[in-house]
């Protein structure tokens, strides 16, 4: 994902999924053969594919 302005959207985008859907649900991430994966992404992932 790209936005200008941001560094990391999809770290944003998880962290305010996880504050909403609390830590006891899983949250599955899919990326295609370009996905770049950052540490706030990867820390609030329970599945990468």
Not at 16 to 39: A, F
Request: hydrophobic share 40%; charged share 25%.
């Amino acid at each position: 994902m790209s936005v200008v302005g941001l560094d990391d959207p999809e770290g944003d985008l998880i962290i305010r999924i996880r504050e909403v859907v609390g830590k006891k649900t899983i949250i599955s991430t899919s990326m295609d053969l370009h996905g770049n994966v950052s540490w706030r992404l990867a820390q609030n992932s329970d599945l990468i594919t």
